[in-house]
C-alpha cells in the first residue's frame, strides 16, 4: 500500500527525471521500507520521504532541461498531414484533436481573407486598366482575372447540371449567332451537345473546369484555337463593350501616371535605343507619348525593344509603333480584324530614321497578346531578332460575349488572312530567335547587337 | 548521511550532467542477490573540483585557526 502513495508521488517529478531515475528511487525507497520496519522507523521514513519531496521536487523542476521525446501524431482522415512532435511528454489525443481542430479554423479564415483579398485586388485591376478589354471587347482582362490569387476559390464553386446545361445553351445560342462559319458552329454545337448527354461533362463540378472542357470541346470540333469559354469568379460586368465613362477617367489618369507604360527609354553605350514597354496602350491617350519616345530614338544604330512584362493592349498601338521600323508599307497581320486597308502599316513614317535599322524584341514566358503580335508579325517579316524565352501564347482574337455573371464566352467573329503561316500563337507562342532566359535577354541581345554593329 | 531518493538522484542527476560524474553501467548486487545497482564513478573534473572544494574549506578553516574562532583538535 505505502509503496503504492510513494509511486504516485513519484509521478510529480519531471518525466525526464523520472525515466532516468524513477526505478532507483523506487529501489532506494525499497530499501529502506525493507529495513525500517516497525510503526516508529516507518514513521521516521515518511517524514523522511516527505521532506525529500519537498525539497527535490522544485529543484527537480528548476534544473529541468527540455529533453526531446519523439512522438508521431495520427495521420489524419485524408492522409495528407503527418507530424513528428519533440516534447517533454508524448501529446494527449485530446491535445491533437484540440490543435487540429485550430489549425482548421485559422486554415479556413486564411482562404477567406485571401478570397477577401483575391476578389479586392482583381476590383483594383479592372478599375485601373478598363480600357485594355472592355473599349473593346476582348477578354484579355477576364483571363487575367482568372489567373490570379482566387484560383484556389474558384474551383470550390460548385456547378451542377442544370447550371452546365444553360452555359451550354447559352454558349451555343452565342455561337449560332456571331460565328464566322455557320456550318462550323452548326458542328460545334452538335458536338457540345453530345459530350453533355454522354455525361462526358459529369466531371466538371466548378466553373473553371467546366470552362476548360467546353474550350477543349468547341476548339476539338472546330480546329479553332481562338474559341474561348471563360469563367470568372467575379461577376462579368454588364455591358462589356462599352465602358463607363468614369472608367476611362481612370484609365487615362492611370496612364498618365505611369508613363503610358513606357517605363524606359534610353540610348545604351554603342548608340543602341532601348524601350521598355509593358503595354500597347490606347493610341487615342497615349499617341503623343509612343511618337515622342520613338522621336527621341531616332537616330540610334540599333533598336531593342524590351517586351519582357508586356501583356499586350490595342492592335492599333501595335501596328502605330511598327509602321516606326519599315521604310514602306508591310502588311500587319491581326488575329482581331478582317484583313482590309488598315491591315498594312502606315509606313514609312516621315523623318523616321529607323527602317533599316536592326530590331530585337526582348521575350518572356509572361509576353502576351498584343506583344505577341508584334513580335510574331516582326519575326515573319524577318524584320527582328527575338531574344528570349518562348512567349504565353494568348492571342485574344475571339470577341467576348456574357453568358452570365460568371461565364462568357470569346468567339472570332472575322477571318483575317494570315500570310505566314496556317496557325498564329495562340497555344504555342512565339519562339525566339535566341532561345535565352529572360533575366539575360537583354544582356545577351546587347551583345548580339554589339556584335552586329562591329562587323559593319 | 541519510538522503532521500528524490535528493540523492536529483543531486547525482546534477553531477552528471556538470560531468562531475559518469555513470559506469548496471551490475546485480552480490550482497542484495538479483537486484540491479548503477555504479558511479569521479571524473577527472569532478575530482579536480572535488579537490578545490576540500582546499577552500580548508582554506576557511586555516583564517578560523588564525582568528582563534575555532581551537582544539576538532580536525
Not at chain 1, 70 to 81: C, F, K, Q, T, Y
Request: one cysteine or more; glycine letters at 8%.
Amino acid at each position: 500500500m505505502s509503496e503504492k502513495i510513494y509511486v504516485w508521488l513519484l509521478r510529480v517529478y519531471p518525466s525526464g527525471f523520472l525515466a532516468a531515475y524513477g526505478d532507483e528511487a523506487l529501489q532506494l525507497y525499497r530499501d529502506r521500507a525493507r529495513d525500517e520496519r516497525g510503526f516508529f522507523p516507518r514513521l521516521g521514513l515518511w517524514l523522511d520521504l516527505l521532506g525529500d519531496l519537498a525539497v527535490s521536487i522544485p529543484r527537480a523542476y528548476r534544473h529541468l532541461r527540455p529533453e526531446p521525446c519523439a512522438a508521431s501524431a495520427p495521420r489524419l482522415s485524408n492522409g495528407m498531414l503527418s507530424l513528428r512532435l519533440l516534447g517533454s511528454q508524448p501529446p494527449r489525443l485530446a491535445a491533437l484533436f484540440g490543435g487540429g481542430v485550430l489549425s482548421l479554423v485559422i486554415l479556413g479564415a486564411f482562404s477567406i481573407l485571401l478570397g477577401y483579398v483575391g476578389s479586392d485586388a482583381g476590383g483594383m485591376a479592372t478599375t485601373e486598366l478598363p480600357g485594355f478589354s472592355q473599349q473593346h471587347g476582348r477578354h484579355s482582362r477576364l483571363q487575367d482575372s482568372n489567373s490570379g490569387l482566387g484560383d484556389g476559390m474558384e474551383r470550390a464553386v460548385h456547378v451542377d447540371g442544370i447550371e452546365r446545361r444553360r452555359v451550354i445553351d447559352r454558349a451555343i445560342a452565342n455561337l449560332k449567332h456571331y460565328y464566322i462559319d455557320k456550318d462550323v458552329a452548326n458542328k460545334i454545337a452538335e458536338a457540345l451537345l453530345v459530350h453533355e448527354e454522354n455525361g462526358e461533362d459529369d466531371t466538371a463540378k466548378d466553373g473553371g473546369s467546366l470552362a476548360a472542357l467546353l474550350t477543349r470541346q468547341m476548339r476539338d470540333a472546330s480546329h479553332d484555337v481562338h474559341l474561348d469559354l471563360l469563367y470568372s469568379r467575379l461577376p462579368l460586368p454588364e455591358n462589356a463593350r462599352r465602358p463607363a465613362p468614369e472608367h476611362l477617367a481612370l484609365y487615362r489618369e492611370a496612364m498618365q501616371r505611369e508613363n503610358c507604360t513606357f517605363e524606359k527609354i534610353d540610348v545604351l553605350p554603342h548608340n543602341v535605343g532601348y524601350l521598355k514597354l509593358n503595354s500597347f496602350p490606347d493610341p487615342a491617350i497615349c499617341g503623343p507619348t509612343a511618337i515622342a519616345a520613338m522621336a527621341r530614338l531616332n537616330h540610334v544604330d540599333a533598336i531593342l525593344f524590351d517586351l519582357r512584362d508586356n501583356r499586350g493592349g490595342e492592335p492599333a498601338m501595335v501596328a502605330l509603333i511598327a509602321a516606326y521600323l519599315f521604310d514602306h508599307p508591310e502588311y500587319w497581320y491581326n488575329p482581331r480584324e478582317n484583313s482590309s486597308r488598315q491591315s498594312w502599316t502606315n509606313s514609312p513614317v516621315s523623318g523616321a530614321g529607323l527602317a533599316d535599322k536592326p530590331v530585337y524584341v526582348l521575350t518572356s514566358a509572361r509576353t502576351a497578346s498584343g506583344a505577341e503580335q508584334f513580335c510574331y508579325d516582326l519575326k515573319m517579316l524577318k524584320r527582328a531578332t527575338l531574344v528570349g524565352e518562348t512567349t504565353a501564347g494568348v492571342a485574344h482574337a475571339g470577341v467576348f460575349h456574357r453568358i452570365d455573371d460568371h461565364f462568357g464566352i470569346a468567339i472570332p467573329e472575322t477571318r483575317p488572312i494570315n500570310p505566314f503561316a496556317r496557325s498564329d500563337w495562340e497555344g504555342g507562342g512565339v519562339a525566339p530567335d535566341v532561345k535565352v532566359n529572360a533575366l539575360s535577354a537583354l544582356k545577351t541581345a546587347e551583345s548580339l547587337v554589339e556584335n552586329r554593329l562591329s562587323k559593319k | 548521511m541519510r538522503l532521500g531518493p528524490g535528493t540523492l538522484y536529483s543531486s547525482i542527476q546534477s553531477l552528471v550532467e556538470e560531468k562531475f560524474i559518469e555513470e559506469v553501467g548496471w551490475r546485480e548486487d552480490a550482497e542484495l542477490g538479483r537486484e540491479r545497482r548503477r555504479y558511479y564513478r569521479l571524473t577527472s573534473a569532478g575530482r579536480r573540483e572535488a579537490r578545490s572544494e576540500a582546499k577552500r574549506l580548508a582554506d576557511l578553516l586555516r583564517v578560523a585557526r588564525a582568528k582563534k574562532i575555532l581551537v582544539g583538535d576538532y580536525v
